[in-house]
């Protein structure tokens, strides 16, 4: 039933979909369509199998496997990365391929025997060594943090194919191997949210893996990831994406995002979101109860500008808004500017300051002073929060980005 796709000659896709799954880490990071675990079969004089699955992929794992080779030709697992969406599956296949070594580098054995408590036969690797299959070599590339301390790619030299493990990956299922299968915009905004949701916190850390990859001067046709897609046609586009991103480049846009109690809230959001739009910013409103958390974390990844907004609940702000902070301050988010606003009963100026706190706890700077009114919003007041927006966009304009929109 499950078949292996062949990518070229002597290398092939054996990885699995879960077509199920509808969040990544359990919270914020929703995966609408799933998500792949890709793992690769490549066959030389000697047989290396890349990544692992999930542990209830095993089945579907093994069955694509065995439909290239018997199980017993296959010398090498390679474990790039121990997080259990790659390693789950790794105890049975070990049962099934005995005499295989389990390749992977001294914190991925760490981690491995945390996890498993098994003595496999590891062969322990750095970053710079070789493993000769035969006629082609793969080297190792260590990326620790990108996303775990063992991360790990690899290169296999004779092909100028970078297997990439997480990084350049997605949360995205489909019966679609590869970027030029499906449109570019897709692939990109796929991207753009697994970077954002996943990886962002880690920038300083991918920036240095990038540019030490690019100083090792090696030619990257394609980039094989273990999650979604694959990049065949544009793995310079996924390489600059994520250099774009990991520098905090930001194009001059608008993130506007709320909660409303009553509506006063949300009538000062609109009346600020008109002033952004006379200027001719590119903007985008969301309510936060009703919009996903993961695509609003996605549009924020580039956006220059951050507006909050809350009302007044228990001299704070409301949980759904204080969820947001507290997602945005874990992804450490470089080169942005905010505004507050909101509104109140009785307890003046209590939820703006919350915003601003909480903002500023995020490595956010306060472009302006807040706007706070009480109980419903005047003509007047509705009209400041028209000049606010106005005044926002022009603090945004003065800082110009260079990437294109997601
Ligand atoms: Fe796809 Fe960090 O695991």
Redesign the pocket.
């Known amino acids: 039933m499950f078949n292996p796709l062949k990518i070229k000659e002597n290398l092939y896709w054996v990885g699995v979909i879960d077509w199920d799954i509808r969040s990544f880490h359990g919270f914020t990071y929703s995966t609408q369509t799933g998500t792949t675990?890709n793992s690769y079969l490549l066959i030389d004089e000697k047989v290396a199998l890349i990544d692992g699955v999930k542990d209830c992929f095993y089945p579907e794992w093994l069955e694509r496997i065995s439909k290239v080779i018997d199980l017993k030709r296959i010398d090498y697992f390679i474990c790039n990365?121990v997080?259990l969406?790659?390693s789950g599956a790794i105890p049975e296949m070990m049962k099934r391929i005995p005499k295989a070594k389990l390749v992977t580098n001294q914190r991925g054995k760490e981690a491995l025997l945390k996890h498993f408590y098994t003595e496999w036969d590891f062969q322990i690797v750095k970053g710079g060594d070789k493993l000769s299959l035969g006629k082609k070599n793969l080297r190792f590339i260590e990326a620790p943090m990108v996303?775990?301390p063992d991360?790990m790619f690899d290169y296999l030299e004779e092909e100028g194919i970078l297997f990439s493990?997480?990084a350049f990956?997605q949360h995205y299922a489909s019966s679609h191997r590869f970027d030029d299968e499906v449109s570019f915009d897709l692939v990109m905004d796929e991207n753009a949210k697994y970077y954002a949701n996943?990886l962002w916190p880690l920038s300083p850390i991918i920036l240095k893996k990038l540019e030490e990859i690019k100083a090792m001067n090696i030619p990257i046709k394609m980039i094989l990831t273990?999650?979604g897609l694959s990049w065949r046609k544009y793995p310079q586009k996924a390489i600059e994406s994520y250099l774009n991103w990991a520098k905090g480049i930001t194009v001059p846009k608008v993130i506007i995002a709320y909660d409303t109690m009553y509506y006063s809230t949300e009538k000062m959001a609109q009346a600020i979101l008109e002033g952004i739009i006379l200027e001719g910013l590119d903007a985008k409103l969301y309510r936060l109860p009703i919009t996903d958390m993961g695509d609003i974390i996605k549009k924020f990844l580039d956006a220059k500008g951050l507006l909050l907004g809350s009302s007044t609940i228990n001299n704070d702000i409301l949980p759904t808004v204080a969820k947001f902070l507290y997602e945005i301050k874990g992804l450490r988010p470089l080169n942005k500017i905010a505004g507050c606003f909101g509104s109140y009963g009785w307890a003046k100026d209590m939820a703006v300051k919350t915003l601003e706190t909480k903002l500023k706890e995020a490595g956010i700077s306060i472009a302006l002073p807040s706007l706070n009114f009480k109980y419903v919003p005047s003509e007047d007041e509705l009209k400041q929060c028209f000049d606010f927006g106005r005044k926002f966009a022009l603090e945004v304009k003065k800082s110009q980005g260079s990437i294109v929109s997601i």
């Open positions: 675990y990365h997080e969406d790659h996303h775990w991360s493990n997480d990956g996943i273990s999650h």
